[in-house]
């Protein structure tokens, strides 16, 4: 059974014709948007974290249908407008939070939204640590990504 | 200067904006999707199958079984080629079976136009087994009578046995001992959890090449198995290795490879893609070997270590695959720890009917290490001494020789990492400031390793380097090792730039490794590219310079030898470490010129193929604080720091980044990591990722990291292995906290609280 859905994704709106069975995870990657891995299938990694309306789900065990009316964001979208990389971006590079780089757009998500929760709040590293218990990584042993996520919240918005 | 400096990794940006194409995100049109039919028992010969259930699903092109598949048998291991027949790895798996060896091994596969119609219809292959015995445990295995899990082999599940006595006889070294110490440990079975799961795909182009693209640490030794198992030439595989997420090992194995090839070769050169499920991943590919091991220690009343023993038994599950290379490395690796003392070693491998084991970080050194760091641990105790003093007593100093490879260490940088990590630690202050008594209780704990820099003599240690002078003046480099997520095309660069004296943004490292294209190198894995990468690089870095210095002395009508490059300039020598020198020609005009001058010149490149006769031990040490909950019989980590003798860093945002990492997989391996099997069924318990517990961000403390630089002058910048190494030593330093904080030895992983349970149990604590 196919099903239309119509949402925005990373700003623009798209009417999708979709097999009803289909997680938003796998109609995300059919439109191009391979930046979201799938790690587990199964809501177990995070690392195919996204936003809907600005929460993160795991769009592997999210359906596609539930996105209709809804507006989805993927790390391909959180560029700035003139192409640099977003804070959170910019703070997993400068920090080495990057390794493999497969938990990477997953987690970029997660610390989107909890810095964007958070902002001028303050907040321990244990806070984002919990606030980033979702996700996995393998690599990095979630120092650097800690620390990424502290120099967001340090850094005054442009 | 770019060594020694930390450098953006050149993957960052692709890999935080969800622009680095991993196998999966590349595809192609027509993909077909390929599903296994595992056997649900352990130990088992397949009677009978029915395909014709699944065959009859819409959507199914074919069904294969062990009857399909080539007769032979290949080995899987990642290992180099040896030319010594002796040294190959066991050849003991063929694409499919029907004598079903672990809880998963695969006896059919479907291919069909979509995964979930492949996976659908592969539960509706019918099969039909006749139950076998299961061989959970190791020692039974290996007893007289047992039933053979190949028994085409021979007349037991024994793969390999060595012993060796370095550095004299252990029974004069117990002899002169004051003190002896006894253990038994256990370690458990641990899985990678690499967050890219296990997949590949592959498609021919013509009728005789078979190309495939896979999340493979080790291409060109994928490309040889792959055609071994097939029985082709070598040259009609084509490999090719986009960015890969993560592998620790498990892909330093060819798991998948061999069959998409086979795949597509029996579907005409259609597109087949084979893309593991996470549970498949980690029930079905390959593990950390659970080792057992009885140990003895002894020393002497003024702090002289006279000998360690060790007896290994290593559990390989139902296929070799690195087979007894894994207890064998372990031991070797650890030799150059304590040189003054005796290492007595012996070790066995035996299948069971135990999920697969393999390489993973540390290839059973860390397993050796737990051994070794509790048997010492529990002699300093022995004899009273403070556990960092005992072992700054005895550990290598630079000059020893090694008295089991016999080769000096010229460089041997563990006295002042103990030195080191004991200042910044504050280990006595802390020490003396536990609290050992009451329901939570601390305690310190210290350990230290040594580790290899590459695997010569055992296998070659080639490396391949290419570099390229642009039509722009920069540099792409192509080198056969590869980036798995550790950061190593970035190094390469910097290592590039040292040699070149350009600026380090002047390189474009390929990251995709392509066996038509890409020079030969045997892979990512024993912490071996950087050290053995180095020489090659180097020696390629030289040689360019020296093609671009020629050209730019022709050009400007002056002697090379009186050139330099610096940043993107050609320079006078003499000027070149000046605070600006004038630039005599720009490497960009340079490059037009040599490309497009009609009558001299051409594009300027160089390649080296460099082989290592060397493996550089390098060392380093855990120091940790921890809690424990007595009641709960729970325990957590306070603190936790990493002292590494790497050689000369590269880089050092990259190098405490692989320290983190390393260490906190160290942790999930110490304190919880487990695959769980059923001993009498041999059915794997937990094969997934909420019930097999990886550390989560709350979980880990912040790891601290330190170095000691020494200059190792067999590496190309004086550099070292680091990559696995920091995995080696948490286990054992976790332990002699535990044993600091409650006076209880628990000597089997992980230290859990289901383990400390019964120890604490049984040492009356509860």
């Known amino acids: 059974m196919r099903q239309t859905v119509t949402c925005t994704v990373n700003g623009k709106t798209l009417t999708l014709d979709v097999d009803v069975r289909a997680s938003l995870l796998e109609m995300l990657r059919a439109e191009g948007l391979t930046g979201t891995k799938q790690g587990c299938g199964v809501g177990e990694c995070g690392a195919c974290t996204v936003l809907v309306d600005d929460m993160p789900v795991d769009s592997c065990l999210y359906l596609s249908v539930w996105a209709d009316g809804r507006a989805v964001r993927t790390v391909e979208g959180e560029l700035r407008p003139d192409g640099g990389l977003s804070p959170v971006q910019q703070a997993y590079v400068d920090a080495g939070a990057v390794q493999c780089g497969f938990c990477t757009p997953g987690l970029i998500m997660s610390s989107t939204a909890f810095v964007e929760r958070h902002a001028g709040k303050r907040v321990s590293r244990e806070d984002i640590r919990r606030g980033h218990a979702g996700n996995l990584c393998r690599c990095t042993g979630y120092g650097a990504i800690v620390d990424a996520v502290e120099r967001c919240l340090k850094t005054k918005p442009e | ?766």
């Not at chain 2, 082999?153 to 004299?168: Q, V």
């Not at chain 2, 087979?323 to 069971?352: C, D, E, M, N, Q």
Request: negative net charge.
């Open chain 2, 1 to 766: 200067m770019a060594i020694g400096v930390t450098q953006q990794r050149l993957d960052a940006v692709a890999k935080v904006t969800g622009r680095a194409r991993y196998t999966d995100d590349l595809g192609m049109p027509g993909m077909r999707h390929a599903a296994y039919v595992r056997s649900p028992r352990a130990h088992a010969l397949v009677r009978s199958i029915d395909t014709a259930e699944a065959l009859a699903l819409p959507g199914v092109e074919a069904v294969f079984t062990a009857a399909d598949v080539p007769r032979r048998r290949f080995a899987t291991a990642g290992h180099p080629y040896s030319l010594d027949p002796a040294g190959a790895d066991v050849a003991d798996r063929r694409l499919l079976t029907d004598h079903a060896r672990y809880h998963g091994d695969e006896v059919a596969i479907v291919v069909a136009r979509d995964l979930l119609t492949a996976r659908k219809a592969a539960r509706l292959v019918r099969v039909e087994y006749e139950e076998l015995p299961v061989l959970a445990d190791a020692e039974a295995a290996l007893a007289e009578g047992a039933p053979l899990i190949h028994a085409w082999r021979g007349p037991s599940n024994l793969i390999g046995e060595h012993a060796f006595e370095a550095g004299g006889s252990m029974a004069e070294a117990l002899e002169r001992a004051d003190v002896t110490v006894e253990a038994f440990l256990t370690t458990s079975v641990q899985q990678h959890c690499h967050m890219e799961p296990f997949t590949a795909y592959a498609y021919m182009e013509d009728d005789a090449h078979i190309v495939i693209v896979s999340s493979t640490q080790i291409p060109h030794i994928c490309r040889r198995i792959a055609a071994q198992a097939l029985g082709l030439d070598w040259a009609c595989i084509r490999v090719i290795k986009p960015y890969v997420g993560g592998g620790f090992g498990a892909k330093q194995d060819v798991v998948l490879e061999p069959m998409v090839a086979f795949l597509t070769w029996k579907l005409g050169g259609a597109p087949v893609s084979l893309e593991l499920s996470r549970e498949e991943c980690m029930a079905c590919t390959r593990t950390r070997h659970g080792f057992r091991m009885h140990g003895k220690a002894a020393a002497r009343k003024d702090g002289t270590l006279t000998g360690v023993s060790l007896d290994v038994l290593s559990n390989t599950g139902g296929y070799a695959s690195h087979g007894h290379s894994i207890a064998a490395a372990g031991g070797g690796k650890l030799a150059a720890l304590y040189p003054r003392a005796v290492f007595s070693y012996h070790a066995r491998t035996a299948y069971t009917n135990y999920p697969v084991a393999g390489a993973l970080r540390g290839y059973g050194a860390p397993q050796v290490a737990h051994a070794v760091e509790c048997l010492v641990e529990d002699a300093a105790r022995a004899l009273g001494m403070d556990s960092v003093e005992f072992r700054l007593r005895n550990v290598a100093r630079p000059g020893e020789v090694n008295p089991y490879t016999k080769k000096v260490l010229d460089t041997a940088g563990i006295v002042e990492c103990l030195e080191k990590g004991r200042d910044m630690f504050r280990w006595s202050e802390r020490r003396a400031a536990c609290l050992r008594t009451g329901d939570l209780r601390r305690g310190v704990g210290v350990a230290c390793f040594s580790y290899g820099s590459s695997t010569y003599p055992a296998s070659v240690e080639h490396a391949g380097a290419r570099m390229i002078l642009n039509q722009d003046g920069s540099v792409t480099m192509m080198a056969g090792a590869t980036e798995i997520g550790q950061g190593a095309d970035t190094a390469f660069a910097q290592m590039a730039a040292e040699t070149l004296g350009l600026d380090f943004s002047c390189f474009r490292v390929v990251s995709t490794q392509d066996t038509d294209v890409t020079p030969f190198d045997t892979g990512a894995y024993a912490s071996r590219q950087c050290y053995v990468a180095s020489n090659a690089i180097r020696r390629c870095a030289e040689q360019l310079r020296g093609r671009i210095l020629a050209a730019a002395g022709r050009m400007l009508g002056q002697p090379a030898e009186s050139l330099a490059l610096r940043g993107r300039e050609v320079v006078r020598a003499a000027e070149r470490e000046a605070a600006s020198p004038r630039a005599l020609l720009s490497l960009r005009d340079l490059a037009l010129e040599s490309y497009y001058n009609k009558e001299e010149g051409g594009q300027i490149t160089a390649e080296v193929a460099h082989k290592t006769r060397a493996n550089a031990p390098c060392f380093g040490c855990t120091f940790t604080e921890i809690e424990v909950d007595v009641p709960l019989c729970r325990m957590r980590v306070v603190d936790l720091l990493n002292v590494h003798d790497s050689g000369r860093i590269i880089s050092p945002g990259m190098a405490v980044g692989q320290v983190q990492g390393g260490v906190a997989m160290g942790i999930g391996w110490a304190l919880y990591e487990e695959l769980l099997v059923d001993d009498r069924s041999g059915r794997i318990l937990n094969n997934n990722l909420l019930d097999y517990k990886v550390p989560t961000p709350p979980d880990v403390p912040d790891i601290g990291a330190a170095f000691v630089e020494t200059h190792e002058p067999s590496g190309g910048y004086g550099n070292k292995a680091l990559g696995e190494p920091p995995i080696v030593s948490p286990a054992p330093a976790l332990r002699n906290a535990l044993l600091d904080a409650t006076g209880v030895a628990v000597d089997e992983l992980p230290l859990s609280p289901k383990t400390l349970y019964r120890h604490f149990a049984a040492a009356g604590l509860l």
